[in-house]
């Protein structure tokens, strides 16, 4: 199934793997109201589709996200009520696609700024190129962070660099960032689509609601109590094990086999 929006595609295969591509590259990506809106519908198809069983998150072009689209920002008399009106609709989208029990693979090239670093920073797993840069960007032009990154940025960095980034703009390279812990990985600027399709391919055979209750466990246990986040242990782990997939990969590895996993 491939769905054409405006400003991005959405293509889910047969083996579960969906391909969410934003699609404005002579824009360099960036969101305005039309991309966000786009953004959201195809977040709630993905969370809506059972056969979803990986996402690989990409950018058309040059650049994977610029962030906002400041040249249409410009042309706003008032820009408060629109850029509240963008985030909604970003927002909306950014918690569906962190939701979901399907891991979401981003694959940065280019740039990765303001709202693009935002939704870079809600993928499970990042690869980028070796070229690839990283920014805030928000402050250098008077604004302020939207697309979860003051979610994530300090989770995945720290307070003080997280602090730094925001306030000085300080643009990260794809060593830097990995270093940082903003990326997984990186790799030559020519085998960034590959690797990351061969990881999100790989991903999309693997039990998605073991990785579900996986990414829930690990992003809840910072709101819980030690005691809490282990009866939250207990029970997704007996939840799993009446799943299809719990049984399959404990007699798979009894048996010494490779485990054939349906999603279940």
């Not at 109201?33 to 969370?47: M, P, Y």
């Not at 989208?93 to 979401?104: E, I, K, M, N, Y």
Request: aromatic fraction near 4%; glycine fraction near 10%.
């Amino acid at each position: 199934m491939v769905e054409k929006y405006p400003n991005l595609t959405l293509d889910v295969e047969d083996d579960g793997l969906a391909r969410l591509t934003l699609s404005r590259p002579d824009d360099a990506n960036s969101a305005d109201l039309a991309l966000a809106k786009d953004f959201s519908d195809a977040a709630r198809q993905l969370a809506d589709d059972d056969r979803v069983r990986a996402v690989l998150l990409t950018g058309e072009g040059k650049m994977f996200c610029g962030g906002g689209d400041v040249k249409s920002f410009a042309a706003e008399t008032d820009l408060g009520p629109k850029l509240r009106e963008i985030t909604t609709h970003l927002h909306s989208g950014v918690s569906r696609l962190v939701r979901l029990d399907a891991p979401v693979v981003a694959a940065v090239q280019g740039s990765a700024a303001g709202a693009g670093l935002g939704l870079a920073m809600a993928a499970d797993l990042v690869l980028a190129g070796e070229s690839a840069k990283f920014v805030m960007a928000y402050t250098g032009i008077g604004l302020s962070p939207d697309g979860a990154s003051t979610y994530f940025l300090p989770r995945l960095v720290g307070a003080r660099r997280a602090l730094e980034l925001t306030l000085t703009n300080r643009v990260l390279s794809a060593a830097e960032a990995l270093d940082w812990g903003l990326v997984n990985t990186v790799v030559p600027d020519d085998e960034l689509s590959t690797a990351a399709e061969n990881l999100a391919r790989r991903l999309s055979a693997g039990p998605t609601k073991s990785f579900g209750a996986s990414k829930r466990l690990l992003r809840d246990s910072w709101s819980a109590s030690l005691e809490t986040q282990m009866e939250s242990e207990s029970e997704e782990l007996a939840a799993a094990g009446h799943r299809a997939d719990g049984v399959e990969g404990i007699a798979a590895f009894v048996e010494k086999r490779r485990p054939d996993f349906t999603g279940r």
